[in-house]
């Protein structure tokens, strides 16, 4: 599954609003990857269990064309209407993941993919965490630059 982390541009997001929503909406999206990775690492030994991954790059993009369910309502025409809605939850994104080799007790968690899954996805929560930080950096260093 493709899980680089890139910058999409939301549906009908203005210049202030939304272009830097994704940076949220991956590093929320890579915390619960994990734990949905860690879930099938930590079910290698059950029985009938059937691992579940998620394509990171669709959820974004899902994420980036959502809308809301219902409009808000607006008191003046100068407000803003959304663009974005909440993303979902991952496990609506998971999808059952195919083994490599059949096992003997229907388990089709392949241990060595998983491990590699998680580290790659902690790597790259860890870029999301960095990317947020780095944002947050610039944002106070504009506002305790002084006033010419």
Request: proline fraction near 7%; charged fraction near 20%; avoid cysteine.
């Amino acid at each position: 599954m493709s899980d680089a982390l890139r910058p999409i541009t939301p549906v009908a997001a203005t210049a202030s609003a939304g272009e830097d929503d994704w940076r949220a909406t991956a590093l929320r999206f890579r915390g619960q990857r994990q734990v949905l990775i860690a879930s099938n690492i930590a079910n290698a030994d059950t029985p009938h269990f059937k691992a579940r991954d998620m394509s990171f790059s669709a959820a974004l993009d899902e994420a980036a064309r959502a809308r809301p369910a219902t409009p808000i309502a607006t008191t003046s025409p100068q407000h803003l209407t959304p663009t974005l809605a909440a993303p979902r939850s991952t496990v609506e994104f998971a999808q059952f993941t195919r083994p490599a080799q059949d096992s003997l007790d229907g388990n089709t968690v392949d241990i060595e993919q998983e491990q590699a899954s998680f580290a790659q996805n902690a790597i790259l929560h860890q870029l999301a965490i960095a990317s947020l930080d780095d944002e947050v950096k610039e944002f106070r260093q504009a506002s305790a630059a002084p006033a010419r």
